[in-house]
């Protein structure tokens, strides 16, 4: 097996420590809630991207997007959807950035989503990874292919 990078060995060491979002879910820890609902709450991101920038989590714990059940998953893109109608509201957004980083890059090992109130011309560029083409169409073809036999039944 392959050596662990630092980036993998600190997601398992996150793993075992109590969760920070948990804390936040139960109490223990202040947070800015922007949203409460059942199932869902949503709070600022302390070191946020633009202000606004607010945290969807569950509020039972899934480490990973895998645990979350399928019918929260239309709960939580639901829920962002209305904090950025907020974002627009409040902040004049005119656009919003959703991200969910799963496993790798993901500081927090309680799934949440990002919802980051976006305006044209705001001069992020933190996501514009390196992009590459494929070497073929027929490469590009044959990827395709094996991801939709690949992909598990809804
Ligand atoms: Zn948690």
Known sequence: ???????????RQHITEPCVFDNVVQGRTQAHMVLEEEALVGFLDYRPVFDGHTLVVPRNHYATLAEVPKELLGTLLAAGRRVAAAQQAV????????ALNDVVSQSVPHVHLHVVPRRFGDGLRGFLWPRHRYPSEEAAAALAASLRAALPLA
Not at 91 to 98: P, S, Y
Request: glycine residues 10%.
């Open 91 to 98: 902040l004049g957004a005119q656009g919003t950035f959703f």
């Open 1 to 11: 097996m392959a050596a662990r990078c630092r980036h993998e060995s600190r997601w």
